[in-house]
């Protein structure tokens, strides 16, 4: 798509557009690494889901890619922030409420698990809620670690 055929005149474009929070491992690489193309091409935000980053995709999305820190913290690391333009903080599970996440073993490949930092074959569960997360001042600790990590990563919170 050119973005120059992009009619930005239709809607609000002082908000941001952003492709809101797909993990690795529950939608396919093909269309992981095209989100994040897709997000390059037309100028927004990508945010990933919970589950890390394609290796090879470290650092080349910076300015479009969000990472998404959740209650299982898979793949949350060092790299990940520092190629990441926003993290995102997720609350709890939207989609199935007080549920958590279940990534079955048969998806977890050699390439997911090694972007989650888990053993191939595994089921990965996500707890429901963030176990170190009970009050505004654990948030705020959790925010501090992340930007000391990294100082320039912007923080957004996901409540369900």
């Known amino acids: 798509m050119d973005p120059d055929s992009v009619d930005a005149s239709?809607?609000?474009?002082?908000?941001?557009?952003v492709?809101?929070?797909?993990?690795?491992?529950?939608?396919s690489e093909p269309?992981?690494?095209a989100y994040a193309e897709a997000a390059k091409a037309i100028n927004i935000l990508c945010i990933n889901g919970e589950g890390g980053e394609?290796?090879?995709m470290y650092g080349n999305y910076r300015?479009?890619?969000?990472q998404q820190v959740a209650s299982g913290r898979f793949g949350v690391s060092a790299e990940m922030l520092n190629s990441s333009?926003?993290?995102e903080i997720k609350i709890g599970q939207g989609a199935k409420p007080g549920e958590g996440g279940h990534l079955p073993g048969k998806k977890v490949s050699e390439k997911v698990a090694a972007a989650r930092n888990a053993t191939p074959g595994t089921d990965l569960i996500s707890p429901s809620?963030?176990?170190d997360l009970y009050s505004i001042e654990d948030l705020a600790e959790l925010i501090?670690?992340?930007k000391t990590v990294n100082p320039d990563l912007r923080v957004s919170v996901k409540v369900p």
């Open 10 to 17: 239709v809607g609000h474009p002082v908000y941001p557009i």
């Open 19 to 27: 492709i809101a929070s797909m993990s690795f491992g529950s939608q």
């Open 31 to 33: 269309a992981f690494r």
């Open 54 to 56: 394609i290796q090879d």
């Open 63 to 66: 300015k479009w890619r969000g």
């Open 85 to 87: 333009y926003v993290a």
């Open 129 to 131: 809620n963030n176990h």
């Open 144 to 146: 501090d670690e992340l």
